[in-house]
């Protein structure tokens, strides 16, 4: 009797010693697992971060293009008409850089075609960027979209014009207007607003000062266009401007695969989720596997010290 009081005394001991010993290495192991899908999620989250955002603006632009079919022609009429009314404006207020609430109120209304602030969206074919652009450059606008710079010209042309488009450089998160600085003079951009498409072709290079404006003055023979960004990489101390002058849009139509990219990273981000999911899985398995493995051993150890006595 007192034989199998100390038998069931060492069993219930190892048994014990067992469980507190899984414990202790399931914890290591699902650490592990943490710290190693936490840096897995550093690497990737540009990747992902960037198809989310292209994605949205891909969203985008279908919704605009789509909002814009079901609109009559005397709406789309209207619509450009006000825009080139705007602009007439522009040259007579007494500072247009620094608007009034009643002239922001004003300006936000104007080619505003979906009521979401959208006016239309921007190619840039060396770049394969297609991004839709809304009204103002705030931050919210700017880390996911090109920002119509208030101030200056609605992107609808017409001579004595100056349109100007903000966007961001560098986001882990989002391309934009990443490569800018790869541009040339004679490379081109274009803005589609509506049914119309307004092609420029770069005709100058210039790095200035936040404050400095003078390079998006009006010229009363010119159509101008000025894409801005932020420069150099992590500094943001100047602002690149990239200008163009409108040419007659090409009669071939764009064969830019914009959708190339987007294609790329699904699959790259689909390949990750499925690497994840197997990694997670394994993990479990890995668990469970040592887990029973440690409890048939225990047994197995303490049956066989049971019949040694």
Known sequence: MEEQTINATDNATTTTTTKKSNVGLNIMIVLFALVLLGGIGLLVYPTFANWWNTMHASRAVAGYVETVKDMSADQKKDLLAQAHAYNEQLNTLPDRWHLTDEQMDQYNKTLDVSGTGIMGYITIPKLEVRLP???G????????????????????????????ISGHTGL?????????????????FAFHV??????????QIRTVLPNEMRDLDFDPNQDYATLITCTPYGVNSHRL????????????????PYDKADNQRTLIIAGIALAIVMFILWIIWLIVHRSRKRGRDAMTGAQVKHAGR
């Open 133 to 135: 652009i809304y009204h």
């Open 137 to 164: 450059t705030e931050d919210t606008v700017l880390q996911i979209a090109g920002g119509h710079l208030a101030g200056s010209s609605l992107p609808v042309g017409g001579k004595d014009t100056h349109t100007a």
């Open 172 to 188: 882990p998160s989002a391309k934009l207007f990443t490569g800018l600085d790869s541009l040339k003079e004679g490379d081109t």
């Open 194 to 203: 509506l049914d119309d498409t307004y092609t420029y072709q770069v005709d």
């Open 241 to 256: 401007l990239v200008r163009g002058h409108r040419i007659p849009t090409p009669a071939n139509a764009d064969e830019t």
